[in-house]
């Protein structure tokens, strides 16, 4: 129980350091090397990040394997047949990965011959070959944690991804500074990458004693770990597709300037949704308990609005926020010619938000068995962002890039509801009702003064600090006077007493 608490600690950790750490660098890289090579670089990786879809899962396939058997008891010979069984799996798809590789290397002249001259062709097939190189070993490396992860050990993987995280800062900061080429960062990837699945590989060899090889492959192993592989690797078609298709249209209908633009707005996106994702695992469990328990409809709906709130709390106040003072963000960290991302990014986060609203709703789909639904509607909704990408670039230009993934991600949102109503029975109108009260008006109209005030203001820097702290001050003020329920009431007084306890 320990080392699980420290493994979450690390985890949140991480997921701050990785926001703070990818700031830093998306605006220092850009300054360094310039939009042009950076848009190269984003383009590569945009194709390249394609080929995660064919990792399936094979973490988290081996640690529900071991686990489960590890539990029932089971021999350390059945173990190391799980272990074969899924390390020949991860070769296998390595070499496909491979072959996919070497055949888009080839083919990179002719794919970007309209947005691409000689010499950046040239550069993006040796940024695509340490690209690759960093994709393999990151996919032998999360294999890898799937072993540590059934010996629950919760902080090697969290330890392993935040020394991998400051290393990468500390390095491209140096050498990018140093030498200006956009081929050092993804030089720099492939070497850490490299580097932290060697250390996996001897790391899990000696501390759980277990055997790596292909010796003792297993065909009803295989069989029973396809249905979970599957669902993983649909769910990764459609977290990939909608998160780059928009770079890779861009890359080979526009040109790398647009690339880079478009990342800008995609790296805001990205921090929107580091920070909802977090209740939803923080829920996990108490929703499990509840669904196990036999609650269903109205009491268990009731049992999801605090969990909800919270989301909202977090995400609004990314999504108001970033409203309020996003312009003058985006102005200090990137420049005013990458003005335009902060519009991007609003289209991007503002359906999501409502999509991630009742998110905790997921893991009454796991309890349930009924994941495996969403990722088919979800499917539907990428082949519509894919088409409405590709036909609106070349109507509107870069903005439709994010506007079709908006679209989309709106239509997901309104189907998963209509799902959540019919299937599973949450009373959804009641869920949003008592969700969003006393919370969103606030944070409107946070985002509104806020907005206005920051116009009212010249200097970029104390526009910014203004701006931010009226939405502060009014949404989080009237929700703390007016918006909070009694649940809130009763946690916010408790706090209170135990500082009061604290400083007695």
């Not at 973490?59 to 059945?78: F, H, I, P």
Request: aromatic share 12%.
């Amino acid at each position: 129980m320990k080392n699980r608490s420290i493994g979450v600690a690390l985890s949140y950790t991480n997921t701050i350091l990785s926001m703070i750490c990818g700031l830093f660098l998306s605006s220092f890289l850009l300054k360094q090397v310039g939009d042009t090579d950076y848009g190269i670089y984003q383009t590569m990786a945009s194709f390249a990040n394609y080929l995660v879809l064919l990792e399936f899962g094979t973490g988290t396939v081996l640690a529900r394997n071991l686990s489960a058997a590890r539990a029932r008891g089971e021999t350390k010979q059945y173990i190391e047949k799980n272990i074969s069984t899924v390390w020949t799996i991860t070769a296998a798809l390595s070499v496909v990965i491979l072959a996919v590789s070497v055949a888009f290397y080839f083919a990179i002249p002719a794919v970007y011959a309209n947005t691409l001259d000689g010499e950046q062709i040239a550069l993006g097939k040796n940024i695509f070959i340490f690209i690759v190189i960093f994709l393999l070993s990151s996919f032998v490396s999360q294999t890898l944690n799937g072993v540590a992860l059934a010996h629950e050990q919760y902080t090697f993987s969290s330890i392993t991804s935040i020394v991998k995280l400051i290393s990468r800062t500390i390095v491209l900061a140096a050498l990018v500074g140093h030498f200006k080429a956009v081929v050092i960062i993804s030089a720099v990837d492939a070497a850490i990458g490299v580097a932290i699945a060697v250390f996996s590989y001897f790391y899990c060899r000696k501390a759980f004693q277990v055997k790596i090889n292909f010796r003792s492959f297993d065909k009803l192993i295989l069989q029973s770990s396809l249905p979970l592989c599957l669902a993983i690797f649909l769910q990764a078609i459609v977290n990939q597709s909608n998160s780059i298709v928009g770079k890779f249209v861009l890359g080979v209908m526009a040109g790398p300037e647009d690339v880079t633009l478009y990342s800008v707005a995609l790296y805001v996106f990205s921090i929107f949704s580091s920070l909802t994702t977090i209740p939803v695992s923080l829920y996990r469990p108490q929703v499990t308990q509840h669904v196990v328990s036999g609650l269903d409809g109205l009491p268990l709906t009731k049992t999801l609005v605090q969990p909800c709130r919270l989301t909202v709390l977090v995400s609004g106040a990314v999504l108001f926020g970033f409203f309020a003072c996003g312009k003058q963000f985006i102005t200090i960290v990137y420049g005013q010619e990458y003005i335009l991302a902060w519009a991007m990014a609003l289209m991007l986060i503002a359906p999501s938000f409502i999509n991630e609203s009742n998110a905790i709703v997921l893991n009454v789909l796991d309890v349930k068995n009924k994941r495996l639904m969403r990722s088919y509607f979800l499917m539907i909704t990428t082949a519509l962002n894919i088409l409405m990408t590709i036909v609106g670039i070349k109507l509107f230009g870069i903005v439709a890039a994010a506007a079709a993934t908006g679209i989309s991600t709106l239509l997901q949102a309104v189907m998963m509801n209509i799902y959540y109503q019919k299937a599973v029975n949450i009373k959804i109108p009641y869920l949003f009702f008592h969700v969003f009260k006393g919370v969103l008006p606030y944070q409107i109209i946070g985002a509104g003064l806020g907005f206005v005030v920051g116009r009212l203001i010249e200097n970029i820097y104390v526009s910014f600090l203004a701006a931010g702290a009226t939405y502060v001050v009014v949404a989080f003020g009237c929700f703390l006077l007016f918006g909070k329920n009694e649940e809130e009431k009763h946690i916010i007084e408790k706090c209170v007493k135990r500082i009061i306890k604290k400083k007695g």
